[in-house]
């Protein structure tokens, strides 16, 4: 079993930048594939990124070279940190987990239905 818990989320302006953290504790056998997935009011929750175990990772055309997805093994700490921020990145944030080689992690970016451990998810607001 794995538990996630995000934390950092907030209220920024656009163009500003803002961290968030997801803890994992538990068995982290189950944390080799990562993921941050986000949900707007309204909309389906679609995948941010992936990190795999060697620290390979997929982001999705929306946030590349905004976001990086990086992980603290040692602290079993991911991160998802975000620049140049937009107000349709506002929406709820959800880190997730699942046991999984890097190659099928690699692919899983985006399919919630591969990752079978999730976070509460925290909130983040951008505002023009």
């Known amino acids: 079993q794995v538990q996630l818990v995000e934390s950092g989320g907030g209220s920024v302006q656009t163009g500003e930048s803002l961290r968030l953290s997801c803890k994992a504790s538990g068995s982290t056998v189950s944390t080799s594939c990562m993921a941050w997935f986000r949900q707007a009011a309204g909309k389906e929750r679609e995948g941010i990124g992936v990190?795999?175990?060697?620290?390979?990772?997929v982001y999705a055309d929306s946030v590349k070279g905004r976001f990086t997805i990086s992980n603290d093994n040692a602290k079993n700490i991911l991160y998802l940190e975000m620049n140049s921020m937009k107000p349709e990145d506002s929406a709820m944030y959800y880190c997730?987990?699942?046991?999984?080689?890097?190659?099928?992690?690699?692919?899983?970016?985006?399919?919630?239905?591969?990752?079978?451990?999730w976070g509460q998810g925290t909130q983040v607001t951008v505002s023009s």
């Open positions: 990190i795999a175990e060697d620290g390979s990772t």
């Open positions: 997730a987990a699942h046991p999984l080689l890097r190659s099928y992690c690699l692919r899983a970016y985006g399919s919630r239905e591969k990752f079978g451990y």
